[in-house]
């Protein structure tokens, strides 16, 4: 229920953000005339853009990071069994398998990239919530392993 309370001035909540995962920009701004819609999504998509190219360049290196089997495995054993990605171990099974047998050609190099795009194909089994919670920490999961 967005309706004010009578007797308090009306706040607008406008969220710029969940593009891209993990960014959120509550714009608390009083209703009056001074507000300007355009200038402030201007300054959110401007925000949002600006994390395209570090993205851009994390995505291209993990593409050309060739892993081993044995590396995936633990890294798979990183993140389920010592509990390091806050995602639900039942999921173990089903990223091994979309990452050992891909469904799509385009995921059959053995890279971190193919490894990624198995956790995020995995988590579309989860309810909506804990869908977006775990595909927003893989990155720093992810981000965060010893080369």
Do not use: C
Not at 61 to 85: M, N, S
């Amino acid at each position: 229920d967005h309706r004010p309370i009578p007797g308090t001035k009306r706040l607008t909540w406008l969220e710029l953000g969940n593009i891209v995962p993990s960014v959120f920009t509550p714009v608390l701004a009083k209703h009056t005339k001074s507000f300007n819609l355009i200038d402030t999504l201007a300054v959110g998509v401007d925000r949002i853009q600006r994390s395209f190219e570090p993205m851009r360049r994390q995505v291209e290196e993990w593409r050309q990071a060739q892993i081993t089997d044995e590396r995936a495995k633990l890294i798979l054993y990183a993140a389920f069994v010592d509990g390091k990605l806050d995602a639900p171990r039942s999921l173990l099974s089903e990223v091994h398998r979309l990452y050992f047998q891909p469904q799509y050609e385009e995921f059959s190099p053995r890279t971190m990239w193919s490894l990624s795009n198995a956790f995020t194909s995995a988590f579309k089994e989860l309810d909506p919530v804990p869908q977006f919670k775990a595909t927003a920490k893989l990155g720093a999961f992810l981000t965060q392993l010893p080369a």
